[in-house]
């Protein structure tokens, strides 16, 4: 039969693409700056702030420069900074995470100080930073980390943030019971309204190399005992499962781009917020493509984070949130 050329097709859904206007009039997923939270690092000790090698545009800053970077962040819109402390000298117990006037602690009160409530203040709260063997809790004898005695290193650590004015206490250590237990030591202290976003979903990856050289890491083998397993989805979701029933106020799942399928579970499960982290390496790769050209970094950026939004992520934490936000306004 032949075909009719006026009549065909008649249906044609490239009409909704054929311009910019009609292309975001009617787009599904949308990334606005207030869902982006900036992790960055502060170390004690400099006097100006020192690029890292492997994460070009980001910096190690002095308690000065982080102020400064928190006006930043809020004049571009983003929801919030997630400040990551790196001592001049560790020990076996990270004695440096529970002193108040230890860097994490401090940058955290002078951040409070400089912006109010103007953004949400998410410092971490793990071990591995303040360690000499850089794993993110307390060693037993053979080597392995012992659980019940870094919670108690926790608790302490979560008092201190919660004084120095956290909003939330990002929960990054994947020890069986943090929810439950800091979410107790909190409100015993009197620190109720101190909230808790947990890396519910955290991964052994190898995405995270940037990272150990920004947080000066002194790691010697992995965290695989403690951290997920690649192919462990259902894991995932018993993890997220268990903090949710703890008290967390918002899961995360981290690297994002390698685990959007977990992210999307996480969403279609969670009664909570759900994050997702961008992290170093995923970062890394895109600064290293666009500097040789290959791609386009601003395009590739937002791509990227509107991915992670389509899978579900509510909250991204991202090194790009800044530039992001920017782009986006």
Request: hydrophobic content about 40%.
């Amino acid at each position: 039969m032949p075909r009719n050329e006026s009549a065909f097709p008649t249906i044609r859904p490239r009409r909704l693409r054929r311009t910019a206007a009609i292309r975001r009039l009617v787009a599904e997923t949308r990334v606005h700056p207030a869902d982006l939270v900036l992790p960055f690092f502060v170390k004690e000790g400099l006097s100006e702030p020192r690029p890292i090698a492997s994460m070009p545009g980001v910096w190690q800053h002095t308690v000065a420069s982080a102020r400064k970077l928190a006006v930043e962040a809020h004049r571009a819109g983003i929801g919030g900074l997630m400040p990551f402390g790196v001592p001049e000298t560790r020990d076996a117990t990270g004695s440096g995470a529970t002193d108040p006037d230890g860097i994490l602690n401090v940058v955290t009160r002078a951040i409070r100080e400089e912006i109010g409530d103007d953004l949400v203040l998410i410092p971490d709260l793990c071990l591995d930073e303040f360690t000499d063997h850089g794993h993110c809790g307390v060693l037993n004898d053979d080597g392995t980390v012992d659980n019940d005695a870094t919670l108690e290193r926790y608790a302490e650590m979560g008092e201190r943030l919660a004084e120095a004015g956290a909003d939330l206490l990002g929960a990054s250590g994947m020890m069986d019971g943090q929810i439950g237990y800091v979410r107790s030591a909190l409100d015993q202290s009197g620190h109720t309204e101190t909230g808790l976003l947990a890396y519910a979903a955290k991964y052994a990856s190898a995405f995270y190399g940037p990272f150990r050289e920004a947080v000066e890491s002194q790691l010697k083998g992995d965290r695989r005992t403690y951290q997920q397993d690649a192919p462990n989805a259902t894991e995932a979701l018993r993890e997220i499962e268990l903090d949710v029933a703890e008290g967390a106020d918002i899961v995360m799942v981290k690297p994002a781009l390698p685990y959007l399928d977990i992210v999307r579970a996480a969403a279609d499960y969670s009664p909570v917020p759900v994050a997702a982290y961008h992290i170093s390496g995923e970062y890394a790769q895109l600064v290293a493509a666009a500097e040789r050209g290959w791609i386009d970094k601003d395009a590739a950026v937002l791509e990227s984070l509107t991915s992670i939004k389509r899978a579900g992520a509510g909250i991204i934490a991202t090194y790009a949130a800044i530039d992001a936000a920017r782009l986006l306004a």
